[in-house]
């Protein structure tokens, strides 16, 4: 009887434990509106991040903070912390990169756990090295990421839809994150359905059914031209495109690059955030790059963006937020240069 009782009990716990492992990584529940009745959501939006190379060798070694060490403290002052995730994540025997080719690279398993660590809660799939590793390491990313909790756009495992947005309710606010590359690198045939290309067609029906779906959308959008001084037209024709389908947050990865910020309405394009842990050195502007800080505010059936804070940042594999000087400031020239007539009344540096 007391062996009966005693697996009985054993039984019970075991269940309880894995219900309360699986609560412990979904999104915490939406709190209340606050007092005045307006809902708000602190996003901090990220550029590119690589944990590959160089770096997926020191998280092997361990040191799974490394990469985010002077920056997770502003991470922590945010509701949804979401980066471009320029590599795969795949268990290759300890190589983070191809032995003949450092431009095909992957992070070890273990960088799922060093942005969960971090604070990192969503992040883009679809960029141009999701396929670096094949498709077998493409699909292996999202289950490392599914295992710590973080949700992802821009992929897809066999059978699933590209184009299925993240979707992350936070103090009321519910926002559905999606994402697109125009091309992965070598363009083997069938990418399209692992990876989600920027195909209007497909893309912006999906960013009108969402309008009654979810208070906010936000669009990662992964093209343009490398190293540029500015976006080119077709980029900013795409980004204004999905900005009147229906995304209210447009943000462009790929360039490497910081241009500029577009206002259109009540819809915002941040047309590339460049780098945020990735090391290019040679070249300032790839050295240097910006994050947003965006508060979404909601006011009875009515969503938008509040504020935007731009935050300087120097990238490497430890990046870090430049305080006010001469680095600043040249970083907050460019981006007003690049920037639409009267964005910077309503920037917050």
Known sequence: MHAVLSVTLLVILCTFAGDVQRDSLRLAPPAGPTVNDTCRVELLALGDINLGRRIGQILLRGDTLHPFVNVAAEFARHDIVFANLECPVSEQGGRTEHPRNNLIFTAPPVAAWSLQRAGITVVSTANNHALDFGTGAAR??????????????????PGGNVFRPAVITRNGIKIAIFAVTDFVNGSPRGWERVVAPADTGRLFPLLRVWQDSADFRILSYHGGDEYTGRAPDRVRSFMRAASAAGADLVLGHHPHVPHGLERRGDAWIAHSLGNFVFRQPGRFWAEHAIALSVTVEKADSLCRVGRIRVLPVRCDFQPSWLAPGPEFDKVRARISALSSDGVEEFVQW
């Open 140 to 157: 292996e990313t999202l289950r490392w990421l599914d295992s710590v909790g973080i949700a992802y756009a821009g992929s897809s495992a």
